[in-house]
């Protein structure tokens, strides 16, 4: 089966096309700032980005009639359960909307739907940033008007879960996994039978630091900041993304940098390191509470997880908790063919949104 994967991102627009789970070849088109500046919202941008993608898919001499399903990665929709999404007319209106926020992500399923529908063939998103399956006592913060919610890097963290299961030989809906995601944002996630049942919210205001993002802060510290008058509200909201973390301490959001600079003697980015370790490892130890200490294994995945500093330093805290398994890096592509091929090999239904 032939598929064509869209995964959107602010500044470019990553495709892949597929024979089964099988890459015939990728691309991501770049977009600049100029482009991307002219579009008063991010749905405007749709026939600007469907027209470089099928100009694309031209130039390679590629007949888009042989597509069998298209996948788009799926945006800031309503919360709902882990799965492959069919692109039905209401998923398709809190896409445009932005149910939960404006997100390029959410360019994924409405451009799935618009090139599939032009051919004929059945177009899907599969596990967004706001997949929930938090169990109800999770959701309570200790401020009623301030629920915790889940959004976290959920795409990359089910498939890791699903591969680690299938080399096993062991369904993922019967184990318990903590699956730690570490790329410009952190997501620590308790997969128990299957579900994510906790999670902290890797955007904002939860868990560890990140190259990126400031995770927990103390609170009545962030109160005093909001309201000293000398930040405005984006000022302080980049401070907790995108400015947070490493970028706040070291100026930089690589972590290859970081190590760098720690050789070159660098006795302060050497601490935040081992800070991150830190709190990523307190997470970690978290939500083996969750799964009241049954971990069957813990796996690291993300850009970060190529650093093998920082996966031993994990494992010094923790690997008394479980074994580790690492899949550096990530593959959204993959990852998302993989849910597509699910539903059309006839291994799981469409989800109904």
């Avoid at 906790?198 to 005093?224: Q, T």
């Avoid at 830190?278 to 509470?289: E, F, H, N, P």
Wanted: charged share 25%; with cysteine; hydrophobic share 40%.
């Amino acid at each position: 089966m032939k598929s064509l994967i869209i995964n959107p991102g602010s500044t470019s627009t990553k495709i892949g096309v597929f024979e089964d789970e099988e890459l015939l070849f990728d691309e991501t088109l770049r977009h600049t700032t100029e482009e991307i500046a002219s579009y008063e919202s991010i749905v405007a941008q749709k026939d600007f980005r469907k027209d470089i993608i099928l100009n694309f898919l031209k130039e390679k001499d590629f007949d888009i009639k042989s597509l069998d399903f298209i996948v788009g990665r799926g945006g800031m929709l309503k919360p709902i359960p882990s799965g492959t999404y069919a692109v039905s007319p209401e998923l398709l209106h809190d896409l445009e909307i932005g149910k939960q926020g404006q997100h390029a992500s959410n360019l994924g399923g409405i451009l799935a739907k618009e090139i599939g529908d032009s051919i004929g063939v059945p177009s899907y998103i599969v596990d967004p940033t706001v997949v929930d399956e938090m169990m109800d006592i999770a959701r309570y913060s200790g401020v009623p008007e301030l629920p915790r919610v889940s959004v976290f890097h959920a795409l990359n963290q089910k498939a890791v879960a699903r591969r680690y299961a299938k080399e096993i030989g062991k369904p993922y809906e019967e184990l318990n996994l903590i699956v730690i995601h570490m790329g410009g944002g952190v997501s620590v996630g308790p997969h128990k039978r299957g579900k994510v049942v906790d999670i902290f919210n890797a955007l904002h205001g939860d868990g560890a630091f990140s190259p990126e993002r400031a995770g927990g802060v103390p609170g009545g510290a962030l109160v005093d900041m909001c309201f000293s008058g000398e930040f405005t509200k984006e000022e302080v909201m980049k401070k907790l993304v995108g400015n947070g973390g490493f970028n706040a301490y070291l100026n930089t959001n690589d972590m290859r940098e970081v190590e760098e600079m720690i050789k070159g003697g660098d006795k302060e980015a050497e601490k935040v390191r081992d800070a991150f370790i830190l709190q990523v490892s307190k997470d970690i130890g978290s939500m083996a509470t969750v799964l009241e200490g049954k971990v069957d294994q813990i796996i690291a995945t993300g850009g970060i997880a190529y650093d093998n500093i920082v996966i031993e330093g994990l494992k010094k805290r923790c690997e008394w908790i479980a074994p580790f398994t690492v899949y550096a890096g990530e593959d959204e592509l993959l990852a998302l063919v993989q849910g597509g091929l699910r539903v059309m090999k006839g291994e799981e239904k469409a989800k109904e949104y």
